[in-house]
């Protein structure tokens, strides 16, 4: 069974930092593109990044271009996003999620954790 | 980027009626369309992926069809379970979603 589990949420203030991580189970990590999707207080789903299976493409929303950073660590089943420099606009629950192949949507996601950036 | 226009913003119905949700895409996405389901509280799920493929576990009053740039999603004999959020995205060029359509209870 396929299971995400999102970690390292919680409140910050606005240009702070905050480093969300993924652990994936029930799966090859190692053969899957993941990805992070966002959903603000009340409003729809907002794509945020994706990594490819080998960890060697990373692909970023333009808003968060420059401030934040995906990462995976195969041998471990993580999936990491860093997120800089942060706004009050990035207040948002955070959902990991799994795609199932080439340029395949996300059949897997996790319960989202919640990221706070308020002073 | 692709824009996808998702409409109605809410289709308001009954138990056992149909549904019938658009979605439209600035660019073509061929078949790279697909549509979640969310609940409040919940995390989104995926209903169906290459405009018509239901995705394991769905119930086959969901369909999807489309392609290019139009796409629908039509439950054909709404449940109570089935009303909530419906999302579109594309994955032919980056990943983009829909604003989404609420489906709730007439």
Redesign the interface.
């Known amino acids: 069974e396929v299971q995400l589990l999102e970690s390292g949420g919680g409140l910050v203030q606005p240009g702070e930092s905050l480093r969300l991580s993924c652990a994936a189970s029930g799966f090859t990590f190692s053969s899957y593109g993941m990805?992070w999707?966002r959903q603000a207080p009340g409003k729809?789903?907002?794509?945020v990044s994706?990594i490819s299976g080998s960890g060697a493409s990373t692909?970023y929303t333009d808003s968060v271009k420059g401030r934040f950073t995906i990462s995976r660590d195969n041998p471990k089943n993580m999936l990491n996003l860093q997120m800089n420099s942060l706004r009050a606009e990035d207040t948002a629950k955070y959902?990991c999620a799994k795609e199932s192949g080439f340029?395949?949507?996300?059949?897997?996601?996790?319960?989202?954790i919640l990221v706070t950036v308020s002073s | 980027e692709v824009v996808l226009t998702q409409s109605p913003a809410t289709l308001s119905l009954s138990p056992g009626e149909r549904a019938t949700l658009s979605c439209r895409a600035s660019h073509s996405v061929s078949s790279?369309l697909?549509w979640?389901q969310?609940k409040p509280g919940?995390?989104?799920?995926?209903l169906i992926?290459g405009a018509s493929n239901r995705?394991t576990g769905i119930p086959a009053r969901f369909s999807g069809s489309g392609s290019g740039t139009d796409f629908s999603l039509t439950i054909s004999s709404l449940e109570p379970e089935d009303f909530g959020?419906y999302?579109c995205?594309q994955?032919?060029s980056?990943?983009?979603?829909?604003?989404?359509t609420k489906v709730e209870i007439k």
Do not use: D, K, N
Request: no cysteine; proline share 5%; charged share 10%.
């Open positions: 990805g999707v729809g789903l907002e794509w994706a692909f959902y340029m395949e949507p996300f059949h897997y996601w996790g319960q989202g | 790279y697909a979640y969310q919940q995390a989104p799920r995926l992926y995705a959020v999302y995205q994955r032919s980056g990943w983009t979603f829909g604003q989404g």
